[in-house]
């Protein structure tokens, strides 16, 4: 025979005909689905705590604890080489950022202009070069500066004149 209990089946007559119907188990239980449901927090009587006395027993180690590994608090972090350019083109926009929000008062125009410089007007000469001009007008020793000073009034990109153009020059 088997360790499996099974219920035992009887029957029962009807006028009708006859029926099997198992008989309920004492011991089984059972849930009423139609009870209301407790809820959440809320103790229900039919629910018991049983104490259950303990019979674990400690004993004592027999050698000394091993000692226990100590958790690093801050994990190293690997970054892959797109992470590190991912990271530096950030850090260089913040820098950015802020010497555009720091420095923006370094640079600043002025609504009026400066004093105008006295010129005269030349008209080049076949044969003139922009450094013979500069010679004619400049101190010595300050020919260079002439050159560079006749081209910024003029917006010359380069020293390279044409017969008939007028240049504005400074009086000297």
Known sequence: MSTLSIARETTRTSAAARVRVPRPRASAPTF??????????QEDPALQV?????????????AAPAPQRQSRAVRQVRLTRR??????????????????????????ASLGGGEPVPVRVVEVQPGDTLYGIASS?????????MVYEIQELNSLPTATIAEGQKLAVPRG
Request: glycine share 10%.
């Open 32 to 41: 009423d689905f139609t009870a209301p449901v407790t809820a959440l927090g």
């Open 50 to 62: 049983l104490e259950v006395p303990s019979t674990v027993r400690t004993v004592a180690p027999l």
């Open 83 to 108: 992470g590190r350019l991912t990271l530096t083109l950030l850090f260089l926009g913040v820098v950015l950022t802020a010497m555009v929000a720091v420095g923006g008062s370094w640079a600043v």
């Open 137 to 145: 007008v400049a101190e010595p020793g300050e020919v260079r500066e």
